[in-house]
């Protein structure tokens, strides 16, 4: 019997944006294995043109709901970098914690609400609800804290409101933080119990070498600013991420695409721990190790244990950058800041994966020219080849069938945590 | 509860998203506390984001973002055809949001200088009440969960559904934030109906106007604070214009 | 009355170890480079200034909350269980200004001493300790002389001067006196009387802006068509801030919140404003009050003539802080004047 | 340390698990707590009016709730909001009161939707009241425009119970159109009663109406009164008891003999709120009943 599957998912569901998969198998052969990104597309780019410095951030936060704070962080940043401002030590620490926050908040969205129905065989997390209360319950808590956590810090979960290019603006009440910090103490458990039912669930056994970019920790695990480094052995300055990343038009996608030294390249979770697995908090390598993640490891399906991973280090940082919160002054927040024409570049690990904003100032503070570089845009021709390869290892057996690939592919998909809405900026 | 001898309905509802940050969506999954009831309290049966099941039979569509590429529009018509209720949920559905700003360009020249020898389709934003009728409008940058809490309980007893007509400035001050005026900064908050818990002058950013103005606003005389204050007004138009929710307000 | 004097370092071991403590802490710095103060929750004394001249809030608050849960229903089998709870935790204020007791005087009056007293006010009334201080100087545009608010005799527990290193103290409660046995205290000299006398004389005659509202009962129905409304109203911006801050303003709305499981629904009180635009409105649309001037003079008239005529004295106690917080440069005494100008012409 | 102060918890005061009796003042400090009543019966009156029968669901709670004409219950829907009600039958039942109200909004509808057995909360009687007592002796004139009729019925009932202390009794009442009559079950019983004048007009009739058209003030027309033992209770929205009054003031009868009920917003029913007040004055305290005189001299009234 020839082998012949049509997978053909219009609007794939539980990503963030509007993205599609096409695959073609005739007679045993791949005509086509495609994942494309249709969603409309937002010119954000041009939007920051003539726009002030002080309104920046704000409008980068618009660029993605679930990753605003980071957005925010990484806008700010490249602003500062431009006007050569250095923020107060007490803002760099809130903001962290802010940026540990959104972490903690979109790896369990993604974790739990998002990748998790697939273990149970359910479309979505509803039927859980009944199923799985015991899940849910501790899903709802752990992200209810996360969400605490960057309301108080930022102001708002979604679309913060507390920073300004020169620092922060709001100062948490300590009361406020050490509440937090006895939450998140306690949801330590919570993440272990997450950890041992990931445990128990079989990911696809399917490996593509790939090159991984991200950050480079110096003494700690990286989430904001620093040089830059692939998997493949290439280093750059935060300023230099052109080369880095290489964004290219597709003619099917109305996102970008990217390349490094191979087709393709990864950014994300997997990407951070695979090039900084030696920063990780040691609790969290202890459940790396429990769950099999070892750098380098290029497994696309293990990203989401690397995010699991990656949640209980941020619990830990978030637990110690409280502790020198509240037991220091927080002193001056805002650094004076005078507009100063020049470029600057802001990289910052966004829960998704390392992400670049560059603006050219006038003298007066506002954009000439803008350009941002976002994780999924980088994952995208990764995901795409990815695909290709995942068909041509489980697709072309004769117990495949449609419904089965396609769960395969958009499992995959999934994995990758796409932000469709942010590449399409 | 059954009570007074009504029957609560169980609305069917579908979500879907246009242009915008999916911000709004994900607000839906916010508030855990009562996130089971919420979910427990509607049957959803289309959510993209969440869910991987979609139906065509629903009662209420909510409806994220704006429009920008013409097969939006379509899909606008065909929504409004199924359900009985559409909600626009957001800033960006109800005026078009930051998208807005796009508008401002020449769409041709933005298209080359992001996408090159490549353009993509575009048109200008719109917000969906420019498509489409709309029957309930929440909006917010992103939407309170709270305030679509309210309208799952109204739509559930049936009960008319209403946003507070007073400006930001009261929950500004219920919450103890010092104005920002008097700390040198400008604020939409007195023109902005209110609904937020007024995040952003506690944040120390002044509000934007995301929600757009409250009933009635005295746009002559905070127009004259504003400038009395010292901002000029381009400083204004560009808060006003940030959300898109101020329309053709003008300044002078 | 009973008076003591007591060291100042003294006074401050009456406080703290068991109940929360509320005083004037400063928040920030306005563009004139002035401290901004609140009325805050505080755990240790150096958190607080009770130099300060005035607050931006007054402390209404801790007694007329922003937002307060009046009862829950809880429904089963279509019936329904009311409850009601109100607050006992017991609670200091420390620094409360003249005008803030006597607008607690105004308020008791509405709240305990009518036809319907209210019991949320009364709890947390009789659960708050007030200590109160003189004023060392008239703050921005107060004109609580005027309104006779400037002193006060009654309505706190304790009431301090500062009469250099010690306090100068009115014992106005048993509960305080009891307090005070746990310090040592002074009896007065005739040398104190005499300081605290020149201190109080040097105060009185240090106001200088005054407004005269003793006719204005009258004045305020004869001139209800007036201009000086029009003119006002075209500035307010309906904004409501001005009786948010305001130590006497307690109109209020209620709205009814059902619960996301639906067992529950909560009848919760939100404080209000006159100024606000549906304020008058009723079923149907009709709004008896529909531009802000209708709305502005409503204010005036609640607080200077309707007040009056309930309690034989205004409701305004002169602190200036609507005049203060409002972006659209409405206060009192430049309305009121107006008012008395357009008499004259 | 010894604590500063003891904490104060007003229930400890009296016993406060009851709902409190509003006409007494001693226990008139839980002002939240609300009598239990059943709705025991819906009668539709017309497309938008419905008149409810409700009963307290204990029984000893009648002995604490009596009422006078004019008078207004706080109606309480648990979750959906409290609203203020005329009431719209005889003080002198003490079995069932009713309410009539009119579909206007949230509260309201909801309660269109209820059904038989449904409980309610009732807090009241609050406010003033027709003053019966000193009207009897002289002419009376019952007037009524609209939703008007409804809190007009329970001086009705309480004139007719006592129909030999008053002379002439005249009942005006006047709609929009036939369908929106109120109560037209009970016109022939009120022509029936002895010597009871009941005219009823509409402005715009259909073709079965066979009665007077026009405003309401025409009826005034027909009507001989001796102003000096004549008093008037007029009922209606504020445009149409301002002809009515006027045209009797002309006719001759003393402003403070002039009744009216006015309508405001209101949210506490025990003047605290202030939604109500009308320049300075409580609605809900010192109204809603006026007289005519009182009116004209509150600012914004009308
Ligand atoms: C003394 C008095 C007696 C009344 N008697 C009757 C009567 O016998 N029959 C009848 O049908 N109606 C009567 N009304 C009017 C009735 O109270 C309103 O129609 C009702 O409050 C509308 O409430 P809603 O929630 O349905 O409307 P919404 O517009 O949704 O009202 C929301 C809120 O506004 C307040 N509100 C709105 N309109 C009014 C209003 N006109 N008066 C007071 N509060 C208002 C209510 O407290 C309510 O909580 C009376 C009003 C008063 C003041
Ligand atoms: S900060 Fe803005 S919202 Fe707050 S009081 Fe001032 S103007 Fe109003
Ligand atoms: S304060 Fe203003 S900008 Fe901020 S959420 Fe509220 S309405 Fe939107
Ligand atoms: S008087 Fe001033 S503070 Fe008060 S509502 Fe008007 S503008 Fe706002």
């Avoid at chain 1, 979505?124 to 108080?152: F, H, M, Q, W, Y």
């Avoid at chain 1, 941020?314 to 100063?340: C, F, N, Q, W, Y």
């Avoid at chain 3, 240790?44 to 229903?73: R, V």
Wanted: glycine fraction near 6%; charge should be neutral; aromatic fraction near 10%.
């Amino acid at each position: 019997m020839k082998i012949n599957i049509n997978v053909d998912v219009h609007h794939l569901t539980r990503v963030e944006g509007h993205g599609n998969i096409k695959i073609q198998v005739k007679d045993g052969e791949i005509k086509e294995a495609r994942w494309d990104i249709v969603e409309t597309p937002r010119f954000f780019e041009v939007m920051f043109k003539n726009k002030h410095y002080t309104t920046i951030g704000i409008l980068a936060a618009r660029i993605c709901g679930i990753c605003s704070i980071s957005h925010c962080l990484c806008s700010i940043r490249a602003t500062e970098n431009a006007f050569k401002v250095t923020i107060p030590e007490t803002a760099a620490k809130l903001r962290l914690l802010a940026k540990h926050g959104e972490t903690l908040q979109s790896h369990l969205l993604h974790v739990l609400f998002l990748a998790a129905p697939d273990f149970f065989n359910e479309p979505s997390v509803l039927p859980l609800i009944e199923k799985k209360p015991e899940v849910i319950a501790i899903a709802a808590r752990l992200k209810g804290l996360s969400n605490r956590l960057c309301d108080t810090v930022a102001g708002r979960t979604t679309h913060p409101v507390a920073f300004q290019v020169g620092g922060v603006t709001m100062v948490p009440q300590k009361r406020h933080l050490l509440g937090l910090r006895d939450e998140l103490k306690r949801s330590l458990d919570d993440l272990q119990i997450v950890a041992d039912l990931f445990s128990s669930f079989t990911l696809p056994n399917f490996i593509r070498e790939t090159e991984f970019v991200s950050l480079k920790g110096e003494k700690e695990y990286p989430f904001i600013g620093g040089s830059l480094i692939s998997s493949d052995g290439v280093e750059q300055k935060e300023q230099d991420y052109r080369p880095m990343t290489n964004e290219y038009v597709d003619k099917n996608n109305t996102s970008k695409w990217s390349k490094l030294s191979r087709e393709s390249y990864a950014v994300g979770a997997l990407a951070r721990f695979n090039n900084n697995a030696q920063l990780i908090h040691p609790k969290a390598a202890e459940v790396a190790a429990k769950l099999g993640l070892k750098p380098v490891c290029h497994n696309p399906f293990m990203n989401n244990v690397a995010q699991l991973v990656e949640c209980v280090h941020v619990v830990h940082e978030a637990i110690r950058l409280i502790d020198e919160l509240v037991e220091s002054d927080p002193g001056e927040t805002m650094a004076k800041v005078t507009p100063k024409a020049g470029e600057g570049v802001g990289a910052v690990e966004a829960p998704r994966g390392i992400l670049f904003h560059h603006y050219k100032y006038d003298k007066t503070g506002r954009i000439l020219k803008a350009n941002c570089v976002v994780p999924t845009t980088q994952n995208n021709a990764n995901i795409h080849h990815d695909m290709k390869s995942l068909v041509n290892k489980f697709g072309l057996t004769k117990e495949m069938t449609d419904e089965k690939l396609e769960l395969l592919c958009s499992m995959l998909v999934r994995s990758y945590d796409p932000c469709i809405s942010c590449s399409v900026h | 509860m059954k009570y007074l001898g009504i029957e609560p309905q169980k609305p069917k509802i579908a979500v879907f998203d246009f242009t915008g940050c999916e911000g709004c969506q994900l607000q839906l999954l916010n508030k855990e506390e009562t996130l089971a009831d919420f979910l427990s309290a509607v049957e959803i049966v289309c959510f993209r984001e969440a869910s991987s099941l979609c139906s065509d039979d629903y009662d209420i569509a909510i409806v994220e973002g704006a429009v920008s590429r013409n097969d939006e529009v379509k899909r606008l018509e065909k929504i409004r055809e199924t359900a009985k209720v559409v909600v626009a949920l957001g800033s960006c559905a109800c005026f078009g949001g930051v998208n807005r700003l796009k508008n401002e360009f020449d769409l041709k020249a933005a298209n080359k200088e992001v996408y090159g020898k490549d353009p993509k389709e575009t048109i200008n934003v719109r917000p969906v009440k420019d498509i489409i009728p709309v029957d309930i409008e929440i909006p917010g940058c992103p939407v309170s969960k709270a305030e679509v809490e309210s309208l799952i309980c109204h739509v559930v007893w049936d009960s008319p559904f209403q946003l507070p007509v007073y400006p930001v400035c009261v929950e500004c001050k219920q919450r103890f934030t010092t104005c920002l005026f008097d700390i040198g900064q400008m604020c939409l908050g007195p023109i902005t109906r209110a609904g937020c818990n007024a995040p952003c002058p506690a944040g120390g950013i002044g509000c934007w106007g995301c929600r757009g103005p409250a009933v009635e606003p005295n746009y002559k005389s905070f127009f004259a604070i504003v400038k009395e204050k010292g901002f000029s007004d381009i400083e204004l138009k560009e808060r006003l214009n940030f959300f898109g929710a101020f329309g053709e307000v003008n300044v002078s | 009355m009973l008076f003591k004097t007591i060291k100042k370092q003294d006074f401050f071991d009456v406080f703290l170890p068991d109940t929360q403590c509320i005083g004037p802490k400063k928040v920030g710095t306005n563009t004139n480079g002035k401290p901004i103060y609140q009325f805050l929750p505080f755990s240790s004394f150096d958190e607080i200034d009770l130099d300060y001249d005035t607050t931006e809030y007054s402390a209404k608050t801790y007694f007329l909350p922003y937002k307060e849960t009046l009862s829950s229903f809880s429904f089963k089998d279509n019936d329904w269980t009311q409850e009601i709870k109100y607050r006992t935790r017991p609670r200091v204020i420390i620094g409360l200004h003249p005008c803030d007791i006597n607008g607690l005087i105004k308020l008791d009056k509405v709240f305990e001493k009518t036809l319907f007293p209210n019991p949320y006010y009364i709890t947390r009334r009789q659960n708050t300790f007030v200590v109160g201080i003189d004023c060392k100087e008239p703050c921005d545009g107060g004109f609580c002389s005027s309104v006779g608010a400037n002193t006060v005799t009654h309505g706190f527990d304790l009431f301090l001067t500062d009469i250099g290193d010690r306090y100068f103290v009115k014992i106005g409660s048993d509960r305080a006196f009891n307090a005070l046995q746990k310090i040592k205290t002074s009896e007065i000299t005739k040398k104190d009387n005499e300081i605290y006398l020149q201190i109080r004389n040097k105060f009185e005659g240090s106001f200088e802006k005054t407004v005269h509202v003793e006719n204005l009962p009258n004045l305020l129905d004869i001139e209800f068509e007036s201009d000086v409304w029009r003119k006002w109203g075209e500035k307010c911006l309906s904004c409501g801030a001005c009786a948010m801050v305001c130590p006497t303003c307690y109109c209020y709305g209620v709205t009814e919140h059902i619960s996301m499981d639906f067992n529950k629904s909560d009848k919760i009180k939100q404080l209000y404003s006159c100024n606000l635009n549906d304020f008058a409105q009723v079923a149907g649309g009709h709004n008896f009050r529909p531009e802000p001037a209708t709305r502005l003079k409503y204010r005036y008239y609640h607080q200077h003539r309707g007040f009056v005529e309930s309690f034989g004295q205004p409701m305004c106690v002169g602190c200036n802080r609507c005049g203060r917080v409002c972006l659209a440069g409405i206060n009192p005494t430049d309305v009121i004047s107006d008012l008395q100008r357009e008499q004259k012409r | 340390m010894k604590k500063i102060m003891q904490s104060y918890d007003i229930r400890h005061e009296t016993d406060m698990v009851e709902p409190l009796d509003f006409n007494r003042r001693s226990r008139l400090k839980d002002v939240d707590r609300c009598f239990k009543a059943e709705i025991t019966n819906v009668i539709r009156l017309t497309d938008m009016e419905k008149l409810f029968q409700i009963r307290m669901v204990n029984d000893k709670d009648w002995e604490r709730f009596t009422f006078l004409p004019g008078q207004f219950v706080m109606l309480e829907l648990p979750g959906y909001g409290e609203i203020p009600i005329s009431f719209s039958s005889s003080p002198s039942i003490r079995s069932t009161i009713e309410l009539c109200i009119r579909k206007a909004g949230k509260v309201t509808q909801a309660l269109h939707k209820a059904k038989r057995g449904a409980i309610v909360g009732l807090r009241g009687p609050f406010g003033t009241y027709f003053p019966m007592e000193p009207m009897k002796g002289n002419n009376i004139l019952l007037i009524a425009g609209g939703l008007g009729l409804a809190p007009l019925r329970a001086p009705i009932s309480f004139v007719i119970e006592n129909r030999a202390d008053f002379k002439e009794v005249h009942i005006l009442y006047g709609a929009k159109d036939p369908s929106q009559l109120l109560f037209d079950y009970q016109y022939e019983e009120w022509h029936r009663i002895d010597d009871i004048n009941l005219e009823v007009i509409v402005e715009q009739p259909d073709k079965s109406w066979i009665g007077p058209v026009g405003l309401i003030t025409k009826l005034l027309d027909d009507i001989q009164i001796t102003p000096d033992e004549t008093y008037a209770i007029v009922c209606g929205p504020p445009i149409m008891f301002k002809f009515v009054c006027k045209r009797l003031s002309e006719m001759g009868v003393p402003m403070q003999r002039m009744f009216v009920s006015l309508e405001r917003r209101m949210h506490c029913g025990v003047g605290k709120c202030c939604r109500c007040n009308i320049g300075s004055t409580y609605t809900c305290l010192d109204g809603p009943v006026f007289d005519f005189w009182t009116v004209m001299n509150l600012k914004e009234a009308i």
